[in-house]
């Protein structure tokens, strides 16, 4: 399922970064809704732009803007997260005890 970027949503950050959400309208039986994508960028999208939409078929107006690396993200993240608890792990082991 896809649907039509219609606008962005900027944030500002405390550091002054600037980051964007697009606003997405996508269509389901017939039926139109709204989602902000959920991972803020650092870029506006262009409106009219087609993004995939991933929804909740017991529930349409659930949904999640597709393809804007939210999934990439936190699987990188996981990773990274993951290798530096077991470099910790090992560290704590090699200390010397009294």
């Known amino acids: 399922m896809t649907g039509v970027v219609v606008d962005n949503k900027m944030r500002s950050g405390s550091d002054r970064d600037v980051s964007f959400q697009p606003v997405v309208r996508y269509q389901v039986d017939g ?3 709204t989602v902000i994508g959920a991972l803020p960028r650092g870029h506006s999208f262009l409106a009219g732009t087609t993004v995939p939409v991933r929804y909740d078929p017991a529930d349409p107006s659930r949904a ?8 990439l993200l936190y699987l ?3 990773a990274v997260f993951a290798v530096f608890v077991l470099f910790m792990m090992g560290m704590v082991d090699s200390f010397p005890t009294m």
């Open 31 to 33: 039926r139109e809704f």
């Open 64 to 71: 999640d803007v597709g393809g804007t690396g939210a999934g």
């Open 76 to 78: 990188v993240g996981g």
